[in-house]
């Protein structure tokens, strides 16, 4: 899966409404992706873990226990393209983000649901990126 239809596919599936904590958008995400095949879970969970692993820097979360930081990421994601790469351009977009707490844990788990559904198994998986929180080390090395 490459970033556009990764984007594509999150705004194709993004509620019209308010969706807190990105509930809906989980379960279309889910749906569509187990719809798909494997390879598409797979390039799913490869993009996620890209998109929030850019995030995770100290420009962004240096006030946020890890688990908040991590959830706050993935509504910045959950919000879509547009606003993930406001953000990247402009850390001051994520402040609201942070002090309102506004999270998308569900986000996180489409991925390992779609695989669950496809193949009746847990995924143990493994991406090249890992999003959790302080795990890009260049992000938080002091400049």
Not at 10 to 17: D, F, L, Q
Not at 67 to 88: K, S
Not at 94 to 103: E, K, N
Request: aromatic share 14%.
């Amino acid at each position: 899966m490459n970033e556009d239809s990764f984007w594509q596919l999150i705004g194709a599936c993004a509620p019209p409404m308010p969706d807190p904590d990105a509930e809906q958008l989980a379960a279309a995400l889910t749906n569509r992706l187990a719809a798909g095949g494997l390879a598409m879970v797979i390039g799913f969970a490869e993009r996620l873990s890209w998109a929030l692993y850019r995030l995770d820097r100290k420009k962004y979360g240096h006030d946020l226990s890890s688990d908040a930081f991590l959830y706050t990421r993935a509504a910045v994601v959950a919000a879509g393209r547009e606003t993930y790469e406001a953000v990247l351009r402009d850390p001051q977009r994520f402040v609201p983000y942070a002090a309102d707490l506004i999270w998308a844990e569900n986000l996180l788990y489409v991925p390992d649901e779609a695989y669950r559904r496809i193949t009746g198994e847990e995924w143990d998986r493994s991406t090249r990126y890992s999003y959790e929180s302080y795990s890009n080390t260049a992000g938080w090395a002091d400049a």
